[in-house]
């Protein structure tokens, strides 16, 4: 809540936002939050931005050359799954990975642990958390999973315009079947729409004349369709696929 919060109230289209990394930083105790886009097919990767300070890639090597034959990239493109995953869950002991991994980052090989915001067969969307010392545990990896889906939406959101040359995410697609896109009936449509204007069940069962155990289970066919688990992220990625309206249309239609 705290974080969708501090996120939602900077205005401009760069995302992860100084407020944000360093929030992201706090919880997780890292020494760098980084963010970027993977291009898999053209060398149009671009890295975001680090915080606090950059970090040095060294060896005069584009962001590109190296994030594209990163570990995490590979196992991104192979699995074509949006799930956070650490170094040390895909990086095995040969000599390849791990000096590939010392040429980016110089000296010592830090723990990492990626918060994928869009992964598709042409491009990933990540942050990377960066700490040395103890590995990520289970209690990181469950909290990460748990601001995923907000993150990604906050980040589609952003993202939505037109932002330069920039290759931005139009939406997160995690685990579900593009191709077949999201079908929701009129009745999840109904109920979806009243979760955007901030009503909680029993009122929404007021509004559409039904019970509110029967709109419970609308909101969780809506969670399995979206794959969020909680109501700011459904609402958040709803605005960003544009399935409802966001606040800010709304607010400006009725001036």
Sequence with gaps: MELATIALERVGPDFPETAVSARLRELFDVDVVGSGTIDLVHARSRRWGTSPAAVSLGHGRSFHEIAVHHPLTLAYRDAQQAVPLRLSDVIDSTPDQGSLHQ??????????????LLVTADRITALALMRTGPDFDSRHMRMAKQLQSVLAGICALRSGGDHGDRETPVHFTGCMDEASGIRLTDRESAVLDLLGTGLIATAIGRRLDISRSTVEKHIQHIYEKLNTNDRISTVLKA???????SAGSDAGQSV
Excluded at 103 to 116: C, E, F, K, M, S
Excluded at 239 to 245: E, F, N, T
């Design 239 to 245: 605005q960003a696929l544009g399935l409802i309206a």
């Design 103 to 116: 040429r980016w980052l110089g000296a010592g090989v830090p723990r990492i642990l990626t918060i994928p």
